[in-house]
């Protein structure tokens, strides 16, 4: 596969996955330049809510500028005015004017939480979401948690109370925002490392900026009026410096400057007034995990801010990446997310073609990179990366990020990827046999083409290893050529010319191809992995779609997901009171996750977004928990238990999104199989009760109204009425009545048979006495057609429910009266076959055409047009075929005999009389 | 019994045996010829080659729907026609009625509602035995048809000129139903035929005028969901 081809795959399958997460995660970002608004609903934890609550930031250049006081005065003001504002957490810090201005105002008591030893409080984000105020106060939004809380930074917690559709109000200073981290190091000499995400800023509805001037400052600092935070404390003098605070404050007025742009063009837009839009770019930051990457992302991100682009940061793996430059390139990726970037991994043994390649796709029009560390040979072997990139990127705007100091670089090279000892052992051992053999077949072969032994020997290593060793291998084999075969031997003196070429070109062989063959091995590697992953998705997608439930999807997926990642996995889907519910689980043993994690997992699934290790939120538990979310519903939450103890790469954090997803889907899809069948029931059950209904109807009152008009005429018209006509009237009286009854009964049975309570009570019977109770009850209704009985002599009995047999046979003899014509016969018969006896009953009727045969017997089948179907209600047949049925017997439409009229054939089985039995008749 | 000379015949079109049986033995013994069909094929051939005064046409033939035998009928007769139904759906009775059938019976029924409906299908014009109705009198409500005249126990009593139209409707059917469709299409035109509470309420004006509104009205009786029928009183 090409690698162009292997690199398009890879971007695909990383980006993909994550697109629709980072959407809803980060909405304003991604929707800089397009034409919709940010969709107000979505909140920033992805979370629906009809209004989502309102940010306010009180923004200070440096702590002491008087944040927290103006906090509270607004507050105060408002709280007259009548709005329902409390205080979450204020820390005050001994300040008596604050601790006067929180007087009056309801305060949540924190939570106490002991922590290595130290009594600690921490906001008690609970009570505050049961409480549910109009307004909260959280004082210090770049704070971090201590252990034991929900979330491990306080803007998350903020984050959820925003969700909940309460208003925040908080404080914070410039040096946290997450962008400018870099440049507040330079000018202080102190790196934050509480930092805030600059996504809250822009998001907030409102930046309230509180300004001091610096020589105020350093008054007011001079007085102890300020407190300063431990972590500044050894800094003092370089951050609380007039030029420090100058420059903070800059930055401060800077930050706010632009959101008050940002709000005017979004105004602009708003009524309609046509700006200067810029053309949809795209800024491409580039990380190698090797060099500067974090301070790359940052300045990427500045220069994406200011072109108002999105912005993406690539890595591109040549294979082979160790896992600490893997962990770096994680880092820098975990800060683009943060910072509202979107991030790729893509695969190519050329970062530079795959860079550009991607650039160009995504109509990039900057670059930004980090410079690349010196390489050795770099001058012999091609030219380093930024100048390649120079040469070929003509068309883009590229931007080097300069590197930190020497001692972080050093700090870097360390980082480099170690081969482990064997390989070079297996290499010596490689170079060692080549001389052996060459040893050997020397006598017969010229000097030069022993080279080929050692060539082959590191091509072998080469394959087998990785492409140092094999450069290590061709080094060895060239001392060692040299040494052992070349005149004078023995030394590493090469006296004639021809040999001194011989060994130069076999060493430009050794190294050329050496570097090849560990490419084409870093290649394959790359490719096995990727290959892996595809199949695991694929076996999933195949095994999924042949789930045909609900429960086997679950098992499927815990399955299959367990065997790509060698992890245990659960899934737990939500029960009846809607709390979640250990469904499936991958091994045989059932897995646990913990009071902690099945919290994690309720957290998950209320909120649709994932938690547990590696997320922002219960992150310290074993176990990784993701939603099947679709559309408006979730169905549960698959967790995941954390492989050892490292982190697990973003790449199969992605893999395992993408299974999920799977998961998701083939759920989804078999919720709307079920549903789709559950419709054709329930239309199917419709139908036959309205068939009912009308046969009901009409078939009940169709012997009444005979009965009815024969009994008023009886009554009415005597004095009219001959004797005959009188014994003719009460006969159908009579019939009719009793047409009635069977109607009724049929009826009856049909609705046992339904309901499945139809009980056999056998019993051994006959069969001429069966047809001699059916023959009287059909007597009339065979009036002028000859009824003609043959029963082979010598049948043995049958075991069954005499009644029931007894209706269905008058039910077959009804329809064969119906349609026979007057004066024809009816023809019953019985005779035994292998272990069944066989029942016909025969009309000479106008017979049933082939296609209809089988549907006879169907509910409510009458196979006419008009108003009412020639073959009679429907019931009979389907009532014969259910009681034949229920004794394991069949029924069969045939042609009639010689091919004229119909045949009703009846086959029931033959029960053996039990032994004693047999020897007492015989 | 008799009130007409030749003895009238009668076509029965029914599938069921058993309702045939006694409706023939019921007509014969009032003295009327009967024929019997099976099916509306065959019906429709004696129909056509016996010339029967009534026929009596059943709604749940197996081979045809009534509608579409009637709608058959009318187009070469004009023959009297009443049907036998089981349906509870008036609509179906309505739509049967308004595609030209005459009179309607529900099953099961009784032999004198029957005969009735007989009797009086065959006194219509256009049958062989034909009455005249520019008159009835009946001792307590007197019409006028020619000259508009309306008087109930001797009192005059105003009509208007379409509550006059309904009222002569109905009285020129007598004992016959007239479906409420037909009614507003007569008086009102055919934009007005789903209007049904509007002739309601019409026709309880109309009975209020002739002191005939109690709970059991004498003269105008109302079939629930299909018309009204005018009762004769008159004595024979």
Redesign the interface.
Known sequence: MSSPGLAAIMRWWSSSSRDEFRAIRYNWSMDTTSDSRPVPQVTRSGIRREREGALKIFLGASPGVGKTYKMLETAREVHREGVDVVIGLIETHGHTEADALCEGLEQIPPVQINYRGEHLREMDLDVILKRSPGVVLVDDLAHRNLGGTRHPCRYQDIEELLGHGIDVWTAVNIQHLESLNDIVARITGVRMHETVPDALLSAARDVVLVDLTPRELIERLHRGKVHVPTQLRAALEGFFSPSSLAALRELALQTVAERIDRDVREVMRDQGVTGPWPVRTRVVVAVDGIGNSEEVVRRGRRLAERQRAPWSVVFIDPGGTGPEQRAHVERAFALAERLGGETLTLRGHDPIAELLIFAREHNATTLVVGRSRRRPFAGMFGRTLSQRLLRQGGEFEITFVPSPAVGERRRHRGLRHRDPARYYAFALAVVVTAVAVAAVIQPLLPLANLSLVFLTGVLLVAVRTAMRPALFAALASAAAYNYFFTEPRYTFAIHRTDELLTVAFFLLMGLTGGQLAGRLRNQLLALRSTNKQTQALLSLSHRLAAAVDIPTVYREATTVIAEHLHVPVVLMAPGENGRLVQTADSSQDTQDPGDKGRLAAQWAYDHRQPSGFQTNTLSGIAWRFLPLAFEEECFGVIGVSRPGQGTVSSEQLAAIDALVNHVTLAVGRTRLATRLEQAKVAEETERLRSALLSSVSHDLRTPLASMIGAATSLRSLDDALSTEDRYELMDSLITEGERLNRYIQNLLDMTRLGQGTLKLERDWIGIDDIFNAASRRTRELLRGRQLVRSIEAGLPLLYVHPALIEQALVNVIENAAKFSPEGGEVRIAATAEDSELLITVSDGGPGIPPEQRGKVFDMFFTGGDGDRGKYGSGLGLAICSGMIGAHGGRIEALPGPHGRGTTIAIHLPLVELPAEDKEDLA | ?NNHTPAARILIVDD?A??R???R??L???GYQVLEAET?AQGLVLAATQSPDVIVLD????????KTVLKQLRTWSKVPVII?S???TESEKVVVLDAGANDYVT??????E?LARVRNVLRLPGSTAGADVGLYDDGHLHIDLARRQVSVAGDTVHLTRKEFAVLKTLITHPDQVITQTQLLREIWGPTHMRDTHYLRNFVGKIRQKLRDDSDEPRYIQTEAGVGYRFINRQPD
């Open positions: 019994m069921e058993q309702i049986r006694f409706l033995i019921s014969k013994s009032q509306a709604l749940g033939l197996p081979d045809a729907d009534g036998l089981v349906r509870e099953k099961p029924f009784g032999i004198q029957f």
